[in-house]
Nanobody, 129 residues
Framework: QVQLVESGGGLVQAGGSLRLSCAASGRIFSSIFTSYVMAWFRQAPGKEREIVAG????????YYADSVKGRFTISRDNAKNTVYLQMNSLKREDTAVYYCVAGQSTAWRTLKPYEYDLWGQGTQVTVSS
């Protein structure tokens, strides 16, 4: 079974930090993890899903939404089939369900959610004031 499994979400005060992890499971998917472009999306209540950050296959190129630039860092460890999202200086408006996604394109600015191949189940991040 092919899965992306997120972890690391939780409740944090504004100004705090969280680190999300996303592990690829399943024998076949794990062996081809490096063939996938990875990204993090989020969805707040009553809002559409929006991309937060993206990273290319080697990890040499990254993309960030303007709203998180300078505060969030995406990275990947291909040896561990895992992608991370380090979130610092969290704000209340960062409260959302965060999803790990896998795809084929680095056109993060224009890609729609349905154009990604695989989604994780999501992890809740709640930032309190």
């Amino acid at each position: 079974q092919v899965q992306l499994v997120e972890s690391g979400g939780g409740l944090v005060q504004a100004g705090g930090s969280l680190r999300l992890s996303c592990a690829a499971s399943g024998r076949i998917f794990s062996s081809i993890f490096t063939s996938y472009v990875m990204a993090w999306f989020r969805q707040a209540p009553g809002k559409e899903r929006e991309i937060v950050a993206g990273i290319n296959r080697s990890g040499s190129t990254t993309y960030y939404a303007d709203s998180v630039k300078g505060r969030f860092t995406i990275s990947r460890d291909n040896a561990k089939n895992t992608v991370y999202l380090q979130m610092n200086s969290l704000k209340r408006e960062d409260t959302a369900v965060y999803y790990c996604v896998a795809g084929q394109s680095t056109a993060w600015r224009t890609l729609k959610p349905y154009e990604y191949d695989l989604w994780g189940q999501g992890t809740q991040v709640t930032v309190s004031s």
